[in-house]
C-alpha cells in the first residue's frame, strides 16, 4: 500500500492554475525529489500534503496518507497528523522557529509534547541531536542570532524529534555551505533507510542525485518529466530538464582566463569582527581591475561582513582596505543576495534608476543603454520590485551599480537564486568583468562555483585558536 | 513572479492599493458632505446663528426654520452648520500643526538615534503621562474661552502620535539593506526620505490623521460642554448640548441634534480609513 497517494492534485489562485495536475504514490521507504526553479509551485504540493496552503489558493484532486483520504478533512483533523505521522522541514528557518525562544528548547519542546518524551529525555535526546547535528547541545542563542545554516539544522532537529514516518523537506539546503549540504542531505537520505518516506523539494541537482527515488520535473506549475531520478539525472529528455543540469555549478565551464590591470583595492592585514570577537584576522589581498575573483569559507566564518569591509561598509577591526588613486566613494558597489530587499519597496523601479542616474550626472538615454545588453525590456522600470521576477531584478540591480561606473563590484549570490537565474548573472559577471575592465568579488560557499568561475579564490578557514 | 502569473498572491500590489473599499467609500462620502455643508451650508440656510426671538422659542421644523429653533429661538440648523465649521476648521488645523512636526520630529528621531532621539523621545513620552485632555484643560485655564488656547492645547496633545508612528516605522525602514544599497549608490537624505520612507509611512500617517482628527473633534465638544473651551454664545456641538440638555423632555429632538453632528463626523472619520490594507 501506499504511504502517500496523490490523484490529479492542482492548485488554482482563483482562475489562475499555479500547479497541477500532478499525480503520484509513495510506498514507505521511498524516496521523492520534486525539482524545479524558484516559483515553479514545488512548495505548493509540500503545501497541499501538509494542508497549510494560503486561503487565497485552492486545491483539486485527492490526497490520502496510509490509505486514508485527507484533502477533505477540516484543518483540525489534518493538524493532528504533523509531527506524528508526517512532519515538514520548512523552507525558511527563521520564520518556522520562535523568534524569542532558546534554540535548544525549542527542539525540546517537540520531543516532549509531540515524542511525549519527560522533560529530562526530552533534555537528553535534544542535546543528542543537536550534536549529531555539529550544534552546541544546549544552544542557547536565539534564531536570530544563528546563521542560515545553524538555523537550519535546529529547525531539522525541531521538525524530526516525533519521528514522524513521512518527512517533506522543503529546499532544505538553501543557503547551507558545502560540509552542512552533505550533513543534511546525508540525514535525508537515512530516512527511507529506516523506513520513512521523503519528499524532497529542491533547485538543486546534486541533492537530487544523492536521495535518488524517484523525480519529477516541474515548470511553472507543469510536470515536464518523471522518472527514476538517476534515470532523469543522466539522460534529461526534457529541454527544460537539461537546462536544469546545465546549470549545476559541478557541470558549468570554466571562464576563460583574462588580463587584470592595475591594483585598485587593497586590504593589508585585514581584521574583521562580529560582536566584538575576532573572526579572521591577518586577511591580505589585492583586487587588480577586471579581476575576477571569489573568496569561499563555510558558513557563518565571516565572508559577508569581510565583503563588506572590503566595500567600505564597515570599518576593518584591524587592519586598512586602501583604494588606489582614482577610486571615489561610490567606486566599489555591492550587489545584494536577495535583490528585492535591495530596492525601495513601494516606488517604480524605474524611479529608482533615474534618482541613481540624476545624482551621478549621468544622461538617462545613456543609463537605458544598458537594459538591452542584460536582456531586459523597458516596460519592467514601470514596475515595483514586487512584479518582476528575482532574475530580472538581480539584473536591474546590476544595471542599476553600472549607472555609478563602479570599479569594484562585490557580490554574494546564494542558493537562493534558482540555479539557471545563478548561472546566467555569474556569465553575466565574467563578461561585464572582460569588456568593462569592472572587477568582481564573489563570496561564496560553493567550491564548485568558485572554482568553475572565478580567476583567483581566496579560501578562508576557521581560525586555529576558535 | 510576474503581475499576471499570481495576481491572487498580490493583494497590495499595484494601483489597488488606493482604491477605496465599501467601508472608506462610505466614510469619504459623508465627510465630503459635511465639509461641503459646513462651507456653503449657512449661506444656503441664510439664518444667523446668533440672532435670538423669544417669541419663537423651542419651535419644531418649520419651513422658516428647517430644524426648529433652540430655547432662544435661534435657528438650530444654522447653529449646527456654524458649529460644524467650526470643529472641522479646528480638526483640520490641527491636523497641520501636529502631523507635520510630528512626522518631521520622528523621522529626525529615527535618523540620528542618539540624543536626538532620546530628547524628543522622552518629551513625546511626558507630554503622554498626561491624559490628553487634562492638557487642554490646563492651556483652556489660562486663558479661559480662548479658542487659540483650545487650539494650541490639541495640537500639543496630538502631535505624539504622529511622531511615535514615524519615528517606529521610519527605524525599521532605516535598518533595511535598501538604504544600505541606496547610501552606496549616494542618494542623497532628502531622496532617501522621499523613496524609501515617506511612501511607507504615508498610508499610516493618514490612518494617525483622521483619528487625531476625530479627537480633536471631540475634544473640542467636550470641552465646550463642560463650559471650558469655547464659550456661549458662540454655535459649538459641545456648547449646544449643555444648552438644550435641560429641555430634552420637552424638545428631545433639540439636544438630538448636536450629537447626531458629533456622532456622524467622528464616524465619517474614522470609516475613510477604515479596511485600508497595507502592502
Known amino acids: 500500500m501506499s504511504v502517500i497517494e496523490v490523484a490529479d492534485l492542482a492548485v488554482f489562485a482563483g482562475p489562475t492554475r499555479l500547479l497541477g495536475p500532478v499525480s503520484f504514490q509513495i510506498e514507505a521507504g521511498r524516496t521523492l525529489v520534486v525539482m524545479g526553479e524558484t516559483g515553479a509551485g514545488k512548495s505548493l504540493i509540500a503545501q497541499a500534503i501538509m494542508g497549510t496552503l494560503p486561503p487565497s489558493l485552492t486545491a483539486t484532486g485527492t490526497i490520502a496518507i496510509n490509505g486514508r483520504r485527507v484533502d477533505n478533512l477540516p484543518g483540525a483533523e489534518r493538524a493532528k497528523l504533523w509531527g506524528r505521522d508526517l512532519t515538514a522541514l520548512p523552507q525558511e528557518p527563521w520564520l518556522s522557529l520562535d523568534p524569542l525562544m532558546a534554540s535548544w528548547k525549542q527542539v525540546a519542546e517537540a520531543h516532549r509534547h509531540v515524542a511525549g518524551l519527560d522533560a529530562k529525555a526530552a533534555k537528553a535526546v535534544t542535546g543528542r541531536d543537536l550534536t549529531a547535528l555539529g550544534l552546541a547541545p544546549r544552544e542557547p542563542r536565539l534564531p536570530g542570532a544563528l546563521s542560515g545554516g545553524m538555523a537550519q539544522r535546529v529547525a531539522f532537529a525541531a521538525a524530526t524529534a516525533g519521528r514522524a514516518p513521512i518527512l517533506l523537506a522543503d529546499e532544505p539546503t538553501k543557503g547551507l555551505d558545502q560540509q552542512r549540504h552533505a550533513r543534511v542531505v546525508g540525514l535525508l537520505a537515512k530516512v527511507p533507510k529506516d523506513g520513512g518516506t521523503l519528499i524532497a523539494i529542491t533547485h538543486d541537482a546534486s541533492v537530487a542525485e544523492v536521495l535518488g527515488g524517484d523525480l519529477i520535473v516541474l515548470r511553472h506549475g507543469d510536470v515536464v518529466e518523471t522518472g527514476k531520478t538517476a534515470e532523469v539525472l543522466q539522460a534529461p529528455k526534457a529541454p527544460y530538464t537539461k537546462a536544469l543540469m546545465a546549470a549545476d555549478p559541478r557541470n558549468w565551464p570554466v571562464q576563460s582566463m583574462h588580463r587584470t590591470g592595475a591594483a585598485i583595492l587593497t586590504a593589508r592585514n585585514l581584521a574583521i569582527s562580529r560582536a566584538g570577537s575576532k573572526l579572521i584576522g591577518g586577511f591580505n589581498l589585492t583586487v587588480h581591475a577586471g579581476d575576477r575573483m571569489a573568496i569561499t569559507g563555510p558558513s557563518g566564518i565571516g565572508k559577508t561582513t569581510l565583503l563588506d569591509t572590503l566595500a567600505g561598509l564597515i570599518a576593518p577591526f584591524e587592519g586598512t582596505v586602501e583604494r588606489s588613486a582614482g577610486m571615489g566613494e561610490h567606486s566599489v558597489q555591492k550587489l545584494y543576495q536577495d535583490p528585492p530587499a535591495a530596492f525601495p519597496p513601494l516606488i517604480p523601479i524605474g524611479t529608482n534608476l533615474r534618482d541613481v542616474a540624476r545624482q551621478h550626472k549621468v544622461d538617462w538615454d545613456q543609463a537605458l543603454q544598458y537594459l538591452p545588453d542584460l536582456d531586459l525590456h523597458q516596460d519592467l522600470l514601470n514596475r515595483r520590485p514586487d512584479s518582476v521576477s528575482g532574475g530580472e531584478l538581480q539584473r536591474l540591480s546590476i544595471v542599476r551599480a553600472l549607472i555609478v561606473k563602479p570599479k569594484v563590484l562585490a557580490d554574494e549570490p546564494t542558493s537562493r537564486l534558482d540555479p539557471i537565474t545563478q548561472k546566467t548573472t555569474l556569465d553575466l559577471f565574467a563578461r561585464i568583468g572582460r569588456e568593462t575592465g569592472i572587477a568582481v568579488v564573489l563570496v561564496t560557499h560553493d567550491a564548485h562555483i568558485a572554482e568553475k568561475w572565478a580567476g583567483k579564490v581566496h579560501p578562508l578557514s576557521l581560525p586555529i585558536s576558535a | ?279
Request: hydrophobic share 50%; aromatic share 6%.
Open chain 2, 1 to 279: 513572479m510576474t503581475d499576471h502569473a499570481q495576481p491572487a498572491l498580490l493583494p497590495g500590489g499595484g494601483s489597488r492599493r488606493w482604491m477605496p473599499g465599501p467601508t472608506r467609500a462610505t466614510g469619504l462620502a459623508l465627510l465630503g458632505v459635511l465639509a461641503l455643508c459646513a462651507i456653503v451650508g449657512p449661506d444656503l440656510v441664510g439664518q444667523d446663528p446668533a440672532r435670538q426671538s423669544l417669541l419663537d422659542a423651542r419651535q419644531p421644523p418649520s419651513e422658516q426654520h428647517l430644524l426648529g429653533t433652540d430655547h432662544l429661538g435661534r435657528d438650530m440648523a444654522a447653529r449646527l452648520l456654524s458649529g460644524a465649521q467650526l470643529s472641522l476648521s479646528l480638526a483640520a488645523l490641527s491636523v497641520l500643526t501636529a502631523g507635520i512636526p510630528g512626522t518631521l520630529l520622528g523621522i529626525a528621531a529615527a535618523w540620528f538615534g542618539g540624543w536626538t532621539d532620546r530628547v524628543l523621545g522622552s518629551f513625546a513620552d511626558a507630554i503622554l503621562a498626561l491624559p490628553g485632555l487634562l492638557l487642554v484643560l490646563m492651556l483652556a485655564a489660562i486663558s479661559p474661552g480662548s479658542w487659540w488656547a483650545l487650539y494650541a492645547g490639541i495640537s500639543l496633545t496630538l502631535w505624539v502620535e504622529y511622531f511615535r508612528y514615524t519615528r517606529q516605522r521610519t527605524r525599521v525602514v532605516l535598518a533595511e539593506p535598501a538604504i544600505e544599497a541606496s547610501r552606496m549608490l549616494g542618494l542623497t537624505p532628502s531622496l532617501i526620505i522621499r523613496r524609501h520612507i515617506a511612501p511607507e509611512i504615508g498610508p499610516g500617517l493618514l490612518t494617525v490623521a483622521a483619528f487625531g482628527a476625530a479627537t480633536a473633534v471631540t475634544a473640542v465638544a467636550a470641552l465646550g460642554f463642560v463650559s471650558v473651551g469655547v464659550r456661549p454664545p458662540t454655535a459649538e456641538w459641545g456648547v449646544m448640548m449643555t444648552e438644550l440638555l435641560p429641555y430634552w423632555r420637552e424638545a428631545p429632538f433639540l439636544i438630538l441634534q448636536p450629537v447626531i453632528c458629533l456622532v456622524i463626523t467622528v464616524l465619517a472619520l474614522h470609516l475613510s480609513v477604515g479596511g485600508m490594507h497595507k502592502r
